[in-house]
């Protein structure tokens, strides 16, 4: 689990960079959230968990968009790493989900605005459940939202 500590610290350690570069104090960061004070010192500096609905809520209290802090975060790489099996088996199972026109899901995506995340949860529950009834799945109940 130090990998996910390690990972942890430094999403802390860049939200507390961009709260200082955007002059922005803890104080204010909790009030706009409506946390006690003391918080998101706590939040920054380890003493409590970092829950990750109180750090996408920091974000958006400094007016960040979610996909702006992740970005940040984890700026392009000149060498990317290989694309993980989950991946790979992900991105299979969402380019059968979207319209062929020749281009990645991203693009698609992108090219569809807004995103109807419900019409991709329910062929996403489809899929699942053909590999249910077919033993290649997970299992009923083990997903969730």
Not at 102 to 131: C, F, H, M, N, W
Request: hydrophobic content about 40%; glycine content about 10%.
């Amino acid at each position: 689990m130090s990998q996910e500590k390690d990972e942890v610290r430094r999403l802390l350690d860049a939200l507390h960079t961009l709260l200082r570069m955007l002059a922005v104090s803890n104080r204010e960061v909790e009030r706009r959230l409506g946390l006690q004070h003391g918080t998101i010192s706590r939040l920054l500096n380890g003493t409590i968990e970092a829950k990750l609905e109180v750090v996408l809520g920091v974000a958006r209290a400094l007016g960040l968009e979610y996909e702006e802090l992740f970005a940040f975060l984890y700026p392009a790489r000149p060498a990317p790493r290989p694309e993980s099996d989950a991946a790979r088996r992900i991105r299979s199972m969402l380019e059968d989900l979207m319209p062929h026109g020749g281009g990645s899901v991203a693009a698609t995506v992108a090219a569809r605005s807004p995103v109807d995340y419900q019409e991709i949860k329910r062929a996403v529950r489809a899929v699942l459940q053909e590999g249910t009834a077919t033993g290649d799945g997970p299992k009923a109940g083990n997903g969730g939202e």
